[in-house]
């Protein structure tokens, strides 16, 4: 996923941004950077923050750096932000978002020019010098983002920082969120909204989709209008994003207790404890404790001391190794219980198939798994959310080939699959259970899932679930 945070102040921004940036830290687990703006013009650094946090890679930089302003970010995959001279000035970019017609944009900036790419990323143009070449094409800064977003497929939310302000641009769908908060100071803009509360900012304007923004430290213009219409990703609040956080006015943490209650309500299964895989599937635990009755329990401890969730490389298999290393088990909870375990998700399974085993090598007598949302049948194509290459990756589609062989893509066995009322919604669902080794296994409901939330439906992206765009 990744996020973004920037400020425009009065005074010296570095501690700000440093903090505000920090503070994302749980959307990426790859790349950090940070670039400024002040006296001695744009200054930028970028690390790699797979074994060691943001605060520790970037400590002695903030002793160095020196602006009132400032953009920075946390990145799953690309290093930024960049710097870019063109003939629309000296600017700054990070981004947010997904490319999925990289390649034909790419193949079009060289038939417009003799355009060229500094920034590679794994072997490839980083997506945000994309982004800036698109934003090139037009006459200011403010109609090149439009221009940007309006040729990705994908989404895009990003900053620019120039020599005299901060354009924000929330992505056209609303498909991820964009604050501003104030001070007497100046103005933050941030992905989340909990990331700038210690810093004294208090939040003063959250983007509407498609709207794009210039801040300064005196005030915030609107250069493009909001959109009416949003498609803003529910897994934002099952699964990114940090309880503390909001969006659209929904906490997070608030509606995973929704989230749990309403599984509570369809279920009745009997257990001796609920408890969630941490860290997200904690509160949904707490949810469906608090519905059902079931004490709420801790059979894992994430060890965290020295597991910071940054170090997550991008094998998968070690991945999966270092989740498993960061739980310990409690044993007293475990051994001879009867579990009801609440997941945000279930991705590939792999996970949640070690984490059962693991409960019965520790003496578990049963292990219920409630996923937090429905079954995922499509790979993401806006956020990044999983590392996913085919939907094949995904255990539902693997299940639903085996059972439709050359049917398994019609659209119409696949809305079937959706459906939770239907045969063949339960048939995949008995088959994941038996696959995963787990007791029992139910998947939260897409229209309880949506009810959680408590916005309109029309409002939210439901894609992995129900392939509807």
């Known amino acids: 996923m990744g996020g973004i945070f920037g400020v425009v102040s009065k005074e010296k921004c570095v501690f700000d941004l440093f903090f505000g940036v920090d503070y994302h830290s749980h959307l990426g687990t790859r790349r950090g950077g940070m670039a400024v703006y002040g006296e001695n013009g744009f200054d930028r650094a970028i690390h790699n923050i797979e074994n060691s946090p943001f605060r520790t890679k970037f400590s002695r930089d903030v002793e160095k750096m020196d602006g009132y302003m400032g953009i920075g970010c946390i990145s799953d995959f690309e290093p930024q932000p960049l710097l870019m001279h063109s003939h629309l000035g000296s600017f700054a970019i990070t981004t947010v978002g997904k490319i999925n017609n990289q390649e034909e944009l790419i193949e079009e900036a060289f038939r417009k020019g003799k355009t060229h790419f500094h920034e590679m990323s794994g072997g490839g143009v980083n997506p945000t010098e994309l982004v800036a070449v698109l934003i090139n094409e037009g006459s200011s800064i403010a109609e090149g983002i439009r221009h940007a977003q309006e040729k990705i497929d994908g989404s895009m939310t990003l900053l620019v920082m120039t020599e005299h302000g901060i354009f924000a641009a929330r ?7 964009l604050f501003i908060g104030e001070n007497k100071e100046g103005h933050c803009i941030s992905f989340e909204d909990f990331a700038y509360a210690n810093l004294g900012y208090k939040t003063c304007k959250e983007l509407g989709p498609g709207e794009v923004v210039f ?58 404890c609920v408890a969630g895989v941490p860290d997200s599937g904690t509160a949904h635990a707490v949810g469906y404790a608090n ?22 490389p991008p094998n998968q298999i070690k991945r999966d190794l270092i989740a498993k290393m960061k739980l310990i088990p409690v044993d007293p909870l ?14 590939r399974g792999t996970q949640m198939r070690e984490t059962t085993e693991y409960l019965y090598e520790n003496g578990a007598k049963e292990v219920h798994i409630r996923p937090a949302c429905p079954p ?6 806006y956020l990044n959310f999983s590392r996913s290459r085919s939907d094949l990756d995904l255990i539902a589609r693997r299940v639903i080939l085996k059972r439709e062989g050359d049917k398994a893509d019609d659209p119409e066995i696949l809305a079937e699959y959706a459906d939770p009322d239907s045969a063949r919604y339960q048939a995949m669902i008995d088959d994941i259970c038996k696959e995963l080794n787990f ?11 949506i009810e959680s939330v408590g916005l309109d439906p029309d409002c939210l992206c439901t894609y992995c679930w129900d392939g509807r765009e």
């Open 291 to 312: 519905a059902s009755g079931i004490p709420f329990a801790r059979p894992f401890i994430k060890y965290t001391p020295t597991w910071p969730r940054s170090f997550m």
């Open 439 to 449: 007791t029992s296994l139910r998947y939260h409901r897409l229209d309880d899932m």
């Open 334 to 347: 475990i051994r001879g219980k009867s579990l009801l375990m609440i997941d945000d998700s279930i991705v």
């Open 376 to 381: 995922i049948i499509y790979g993401c194509k």
């Open 215 to 272: 801040v300064t430290a005196d005030k915030v213009r609107t250069v493009i209008c909001p959109g009416d219409k949003m498609k803003i990703c529910t897994f934002l609040w099952i699964y990114y994003g940090y309880p503390n956080a909001s969006y659209e006015g929904v906490n997070v943490e608030i509606m995973r207790y929704n989230c749990g209650r309403l599984l509570a309500e369809r279920d009745d299964v009997e257990a001796d």
């Open 171 to 177: 992505d056209l769908m609303g498909r991820t969120p």
